[in-house]
């Protein structure tokens, strides 16, 4: 796990809200809190599917789907007060974010990979996060997850 402070809010505000940089993750939680607070499970509910032929490819909603409704929720003349949103990678990106520190024993261990955003206080934090199905002894998982983030981070110019 690691921390990384964003400095440049808006220029990491736009690309989260406004292009596609985040698209590789799924939203699995989020809590803003602007002039009401809004928390979000960002769990498909399975019963609003039934009967129809749409299925979701995911247990999380993507947040390319969210993503408008984030920003609505957000946008306006006031900066939120603050906001949290729980991201994991999607499965299919999970071995190129690990490389070589991936066996495939220790895919089956893996969960997800979580990348936890929050703004609070005029400062917003990213925490990188791995969540395993059983206990892991061996960090060599998260650690190849957090330098991941750091290279996705510096390649897309995010000053940390």
Partial sequence: MTAFEI???????????????????????????????VDIDGRYNP???EGTEEKPSYEFTPWEEIRPLIVSLIKGKSTPI??????ILKPEY????LKDALTDEGANLIKALVLNVKYENDRLLLVTGTSFNTFVMDKSI???WDS?????????EFEI
Avoid: P
Wanted: charge should be positive.
């Fill in 7 to 37: 400095a440049n809010i808006k220029q990491f505000m736009n690309s989260l809200l406004l292009t596609d940089t985040f698209d590789i993750f799924l939203l699995e939680k989020a809590n803003l809190v602007v002039s009401n607070t």
């Fill in 47 to 49: 019963a609003f599917f």
């Fill in 82 to 87: 603050s906001f949290k949103f729980a991201l």
């Fill in 94 to 97: 999970v071995k190129g974010a």
């Fill in 142 to 144: 998260d650690a190849a």
């Fill in 148 to 156: 991941s983030m750091k290279g996705f981070l510096i390649k897309h």
